[in-house]
């Protein structure tokens, strides 16, 4: 660079050619930083930047750590465009002879440039490219805290930016909750933890919000005592009636293939006279079997009974009979009472969807519906239920004031499967339709998964924000890297070495890709998920006969 003299000052002429020459760019820049490269080729997607390995190992002594990590993968570079810096991420590097090595980058966005160097206003998007030749500076902390300075609108701070100790890492909740988001990561590295730390902030900023949180582990219950409302199989009543056709199926259909069919219309049938005969039926045009209205199960089983006396050959009532035994199964099954109990068959409707979505949040803006003790064949046919009524909610009250819901999905690979073929197709009917199309009505979705591989194809796409953890398996990584932007290829890498409690932010929510270091969380407002310490609780003994017989009777009694 400094051998073509004349090159260099051509191309900072045509830099700068429509500024004033005070923005004169290279030679104003932070003088103690001495430039570690140059453009070589600006093309879409992969630009070039060629830098000196000598350069870059003298950085690495730099007292300021984003100095030092100069030029490494997953690092920022920044070059000078008239009066703007252009800010781009390092997303590989190759060695290219000579003592120099090539990097690809991604440009991330650009700041406007004071005449003394600094960095202010900065913004997504690149309006004006360099020119190759262009002299490539490194990125100060100064820099990075420009970058990261979090505008007015509405964010969360939830921990600190890599590789800085200082800069905050903020989340704008806006964009971040309007196209969803999914958080990711092998087990162990602080997903529930980290949701619960998002999760505190955003009730924070917003006390009156509205957050379903559906818990397959029971964990977060201990993480929401104070700013949340705590549901579980004893307290939930989720009305057997609220079930659309479809989830009455899943409940109580037992056979496959063409004996299903048989079963499914013999249920349709029979459910819609149910649904009918109703009180609440009376004052409504038309009824449906999907209709979310009060039905006696003892209407249901009676009128089964009749459609079943009116056959005359015995061989056809099997079908009538299945059904009946199943119907009879779940209103004794003492596992079954928090949804199919006589005592559920008042009109709660209104009173179950103001208590579950907050509405009003009297100040505890989240709901967390712990399943953990929803009989394992149903689990995915109360998840489905709690979907669908945030749903149809947003849809049928869009005449109303807009109240937004944010529905959080813990262990989302088992309600949205890539295996088409495995149960539970309403639930994930509805999610899909939810990630699909939920923007529109103001339903947000956060979908948590320790395998994002495993994930029905496109749910991960339609997530606006992804925020990814270490993820170990090969599988995983690619499933990520397809659903990321572009530009966040350069933090792709750090994925399979994150530290436990990292990690990378890209897509709506953030203003460019991020590695933060999550905040130490309280330990009350942690979910109940800490890792056992084998070694201490192997010291200890005393009361085995105590624990052994209450465990055992919790186990027969379900809990109660
Ligand atoms: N921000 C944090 N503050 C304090 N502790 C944390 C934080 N993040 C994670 N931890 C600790 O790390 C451990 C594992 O975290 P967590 O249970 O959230 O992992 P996970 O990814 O949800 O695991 P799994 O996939 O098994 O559910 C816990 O002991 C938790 O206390
Ligand atoms: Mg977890």
Redesign the pocket.
Known sequence: MDDQPNLRQFIDEMSSFDEEPAARPVRAAAPELPPIGQVVEIAGSSSQIRMKTETLLEMQQNPDPAVAMSGQVGSQVKMVVGTNWLIANVRTLAAAGDGEVVAEIDFLGEGSRSSNGTMSNFRRGVTRYPIPGSTVLPVSTDDLRSVFAADDSPHVEIGTVYPTDDIRGALYVDPMLSKHFAIL??????????VS?ILHRISQLSPEGHIVMIDP?G?YSAAFKSCGELFNVDNLQLPYWLLNFEEHCEVMLTTDGAERQRDADILAKCLLAARTKGKAAESLGKVTVDSPIPYLLTDLNQILVAEMGKLDRAGDTTPYQRLKNKLDELRADPRYTFMFSGMLVSDTMGSFIGKLFRLPAHGKPISIVDVSGVPSEVTSVVVSVLARMVFDYAIWSRTEAQRPILLVCEEAHRYVPKDENSGGQAVRKILERIAKEGRKYGVSLGLIT?RPSDLAEGVLSQCGTIIS?RLNNDRDQACVRAAMPEGARGFLDAIPALR??ECIVCGEGVAIPIRVR????EPEK??A???PSFAASWRETGDEEGIITRTVKRWRGHGR
Do not use: Y
């Not at 990561?185 to 980290?194: A, H, M, V």
């Not at 999550?518 to 969380?521: A, P, Q, R, V």
């Open positions: 990561g092998s087990t162990g590295t602080g997903k529930s933890t980290s730390l582990h964990e320790q953890m436990n409690r999550f905040d130490d969380l942690r979910p998920s800490s890792d």
